[in-house]
């Protein structure tokens, strides 16, 4: 969830492809984000990565207005575990895709943290998005669910 811009989705897990590159939710499902299964879960020490789709042929996806938090904002991620792990945005930057700064997105910072990740920038139909949004933070707290 992500309430200063309204969100709220299922999560499904992804994983890479065979050059390597995260798969993406598919876009049959635009309101639903993926997290790379293959990396910590949100709120484990380490960098976890949730991705979503702007938009799609047919409208706006779940990711619409990512570049629109702002330092500070949160975001939670309710785990498998029943825990809810609450982050808060550091910075949100846009990275053209030939300049894109892997070991900044994808590298550990030794605590715990959470990249969103969406297509950016200028779009054109025969290569797509020119690059990509991405939203540092960190984990504030990990509360478990009262029943």
């Known amino acids: ?15 890479l492809d065979k050059k390597g590159h995260l798969g993406a939710p598919p876009m049959s499902r635009p309101r639903e984000v993926g997290w790379y299964s293959d990396g910590p879960s949100p709120g484990e020490k380490g960098t976890s990565l949730i991705v979503g789709h702007r938009d ?18 949160k975001v939670t991620v309710t785990r498998a575990d029943k825990q809810t792990a ?3 945005v550091d910075a949100v930057e846009t990275y ?13 910072t030794g605590r ?21 949004v ?3 933070a960190h984990l504030t707290s990990l509360k478990k669910q009262k029943v």
């Open 1 to 15: 969830a992500v309430p200063a811009i309204f969100i709220e989705a299922p999560v499904t897990g992804l994983g």
């Open 56 to 73: 799609t042929e047919t409208g706006p996806a779940i990711f619409l207005n990512l570049n629109a938090l702002h330092k500070g904002d």
């Open 86 to 88: 609450v982050f808060s």
């Open 96 to 108: 053209t895709k030939d300049k894109f700064p892997d070991d900044k997105v994808y590298g550990s």
């Open 112 to 132: 715990p943290e959470l990249r969103l990740m969406t297509c950016g920038g200028r779009f054109n139909k025969k290569d797509g998005y020119a690059s990509n």
């Open 134 to 136: 991405v939203v540092f």
